[in-house]
């Protein structure tokens, strides 16, 4: 696979269509066999990590996700001493903020879903948690290979997080969830705030997945930012 780099929104979106990867193959090509340190933020019940666990070698494991009882799931069903699993919630800062959890527990989200989603029926309740920031949390000594971002529309605060690390060049690859519609209150597309934000720290947009639709709309997809 050609990894291109872009360094203009203009240029990352005309490229968009043309870049949907097979993820593994990608990840493959990045990182061959090597032992890697995965960050997996917003792990919910696990099924990305579980795709990872086929075919990727392992050095170590970090998960934070914010539901409690998914965290202790997930503390129960990986008892590996190589994966870490943090009950909580990361963004940009220490703080209390509230949490909308929902029946479909990949939905729940630091904000309210817009109401075009039907899901208010769904909501289970509202709690305050605990947030901090990665910078905050992870080790400072730790360099990381891959890490993914899937937090329900708290993307570009986890990313402002992270810029320590991310100015270091302390993580190559990331993966997050990039938005076109208002999924969330509040939370419009996110896409020219993301590109601009690792074009800031030299990050570039080398490819995309799980582009989704609905009704000839385009709604949200994966994109991956690789360290130049």
């Known amino acids: 696979m050609i990894l291109k780099y872009y360094q203009k929104i203009d240029d990352a979106l005309s490229y968009l269509f043309s870049s949907v990867c097979d993820e593994k193959k ?4 990045i990182f ?3 032992k890697i340190v995965y960050v997996d933020i917003g792990t919910n019940e696990g099924s990305f990590l579980e795709y990872l666990l086929k075919f990727c070698n392992f050095k170590q494991i970090f998960c934070y996700e914010p539901i409690l009882r998914l965290s202790n799931e997930l503390k129960q069903k ?12 990361l963004s940009d800062k220490k703080s209390f903020k509230k949490f909308y959890e929902y029946k479909i527990s990949s939905q729940s989200s630091l904000y309210r879903q817009n109401d ?6 769904d909501l289970k309740k509202i709690s305050k948690i605990k947030t901090n920031s990665f910078d905050n949390e992870f080790p400072k000594r730790k360099k990381i290979d ?6 329900q529309g708290e993307e570009i605060n986890v990313l402002r997080g992270m810029s320590k690390n991310l100015k270091k060049k302390r993580i190559k690859l990331l993966k997050i969830e990039i938005t076109f519609i ?5 939370i419009k597309s996110n896409f020219n705030q993301i590109i601009s934000f690792f ?8 490819s995309i997945s799980k582009v989704k639709y ?6 949200f997809m994966d994109a991956y930012f690789l360290s130049k």
């Open 26 to 29: 990608l990840l493959k090509s």
């Open 32 to 34: 061959g066999k090597k």
């Open 78 to 89: 990986y008892t590996n001493q190589n994966i870490e699993i943090f009950n909580l919630a």
């Open 116 to 121: 075009i989603f039907k899901s208010l029926k």
């Open 146 to 151: 891959f890490c993914k971002i899937d937090v």
């Open 182 to 186: 208002e999924r969330y209150i509040g």
């Open 199 to 206: 074009l800031k720290y030299n990050y570039h947009l080398i």
């Open 214 to 219: 609905k009704n000839n709309r385009l709604l």
